[in-house]
């Protein structure tokens, strides 16, 4: 059983990281402080209340976008930097311009004229994403938070949910997981999990050596105690923790399986990764 390399993480972190993921890292790995953590989540935050500035690497819009924003709470969370103010300026933001339905679109028209990936379109017609409203919507539950935007986005993520049928896509699914993990009606949950469960496993890897863009177990359910857990052997789940663990490169960084669409974007996001990869190997007793 391989272990990963603690120091080489830290070396690659430390050449090739954001200052975000070295906080990250520091917090997460070194007994860092949280308010660097915090700090470094506010320098991406706009006078609007919402985050941009590439916080999410495949958006480098300064402008707000919906993935920013659940990308600093998200991160907020799992360093236990978690700041009132910067979440109600993000809440406040999500209501201020949430689509007619509630909830929160993928990505803003303010992305145009600014580099991105290509897969960051705004949708015609400002339909709420369930990936994004979901996610957001997710960390929100896991903190206790209380706000209109989140009250009007859970009335929609379970209409949505309770309708989904077919394929969905498999970034949907990674929102419905997440709210579902935190949202505070369990009963409820754990049926809905099992009635997407099909819809899930069709869009799962399990095999971890599958080649291109795929999706693994961890990614919906990264630790022993997520809701979706229980859908995967624990065979499985090892065979995934034995890849995931010995996917550590020569640098010491993890990478990712989607497509680097620039330079800058692809070291942000193994910087991000790279933290993210040792989470969910040390919540899984890998580390």
């Not at 953590?37 to 706009?46: K, T």
């Not at 990674?174 to 069709?202: I, N």
């Not at 869009?203 to 177990?217: F, K, Q, R, Y």
């Not at 995931?244 to 490169?249: I, T």
């Amino acid at each position: 059983m391989k272990k990963p390399d603690l120091d080489a993480a830290s070396q690659f972190i430390a050449a090739s990281a954001r200052v975000l993921d070295r906080r990250r890292f520091e917090r997460l790995f070194r007994a860092g402080d949280a308010e660097p953590v915090r700090d470094a989540v506010a320098a991406y935050r706009n006078p609007d209340g919402g985050f941009g500035h590439g916080l999410e690497p495949d958006g480098r819009t300064p402008a707000t976008q919906p993935a920013a924003i659940e990308l600093g709470l998200r991160i907020l969370d799992e360093a236990d930097a978690w700041d009132e103010g910067l979440v109600t300026g993000a809440c406040d933001w999500l209501q201020a311009n949430a689509p007619a339905e509630g909830g929160s679109l993928f990505v803003e028209p303010t992305i145009e004229g600014w580099p991105h990936a290509p897969w960051w379109v705004p949708e015609p017609g400002r339909t709420a994403s369930l990936v994004s409203t979901g996610q957001i919507a997710g960390t929100l539950y896991a903190r206790g938070v209380s706000h209109p935007w989140l009250t009007r986005a859970t009335e929609l993520l379970w209409s949505r949910i309770e309708a989904l049928h077919g394929d969905p896509g498999p970034y949907d699914l990674y929102g419905v997981v997440s709210f579902l993990d935190h949202v505070p009606d369990r009963d409820r949950a754990e049926r809905a999990l099992q009635a997407v469960a099909p819809m899930l496993l069709k869009v799962v890897s399990l095999d971890p050596d599958a080649p291109g863009e795929t999706h693994s177990p961890l990614g919906y359910a990264p630790r022993p105690d997520s809701l979706a857990r229980g859908l995967f052997d624990e065979p499985v789940i090892e065979a995934h923790l034995d890849h995931l663990a010995a996917g550590q490169r020569d640098d010491g960084g993890w990478t990712f399986n989607w497509p680097a669409w620039s330079p800058a974007a692809e070291l942000d996001w193994r910087g991000f990764i790279t933290v993210e990869s040792l989470v969910t190997l040390r919540d899984n007793g890998r580390l």
